[in-house]
């Protein structure tokens, strides 16, 4: 059973493929994330792609090294911060005197107002969508060092 | 093709097969959608479906075995109730509008203001995402709200993987 996965561990072709793959991948989910108001993609989309990077290292160069890349520790927090910025930039919003996620008043213009509210609840939805992934495949693969 | 791979699915008693054919008919759905041009659905549906999904199942597989029990007998109530629900779905099909059809319910409602006038109200050129982040953000709220009860479910019932090796180090020392 541990056989198998230290031999794809060691197969050069995997390890060159995913060392040259795994920038792109982070920098396409970057993309995503921040073009999503301009063509396809949004927060829930880069969390994925960011997510499925982390998990690929992990699979390639082994747990603990994707666990020193991003702690345990840190994931959970993500989990936790993403939905409250989401909820945040909302509470912001009654602040200022709007209704709760009305994007309104965060700008001058009510547009650039827009166009900030939905940056913020987009990295909301993207840092806990990635966090949530990494934390599912950390409990999952976490398990097997038993 | 969705069919061939459902059957496939249903046959094959080899777990690591039925976990690489399900990222296959993920990724086939993927294309689906993106023929539909719903690009932002097919993004997810290829990189949840096809791939995190699978390697959960892979990782899950390396710790349950890779063959799955044999089925004694046939079920009959669940059978009964299987073919009762399918049949019940297929009998409310045929009220459902053509594919389409720009007359349909859902294209009537709120759909035209989106279209026409989300341009003005929120901006962004992409409507899904004027959608989904600003007419729709409760809605999104608790879809967050929902990955992030996900997590904490999974985190309570494996816990976290580093938490739990130092748990055990922590037996070991208190053990001898």
Known sequence: ?146 | MLLVLSVALLRIRDLFTVAMLTGIYSLVIACFFMLQDAVDVAFTEAAVGAGITTVLFLTTLSMVGREEAPISRINLPALACVAACGALLLYASQDMPAWGDPQAPVHQHVAPRYITESAAEVGPPNIVTSVLASYRSYDTMGEVGVVFTAAIGVLLLLGNGARRREDNEDDAEDQP
């Open chain 1, 1 to 146: 059973m541990i056989q198998k996965p230290s031999s794809m561990r060691e197969n050069p072709i995997l390890r060159g493929v995913t060392s040259i793959t795994l920038g792109p991948i982070l920098l396409f989910a970057w993309y995503v994330q921040w073009h999503g108001d301009y063509g396809p993609g949004g927060g829930f989309q880069a969390g994925v792609i960011f997510a499925a990077a982390i998990i690929a290292y992990a699979l390639i160069y082994g747990l603990d090294r994707a666990q020193h890349f991003i702690p345990p520790k840190a994931a959970e927090i993500g989990v936790m911060s993403g939905w409250l910025l989401y909820i945040g930039t909302g509470v912001l919003n009654m602040l200022l005197g709007a209704n709760f996620l009305d994007y309104d008043v965060l700008a001058s213009d009510p547009l650039h107002g827009q166009h900030y509210g939905i940056l913020a609840v987009e990295l909301g939805v993207g840092i806990t969508v990635a966090a949530v992934m990494i934390v599912l495949f950390y409990a999952f693969a976490g398990r097997r060092h038993r």
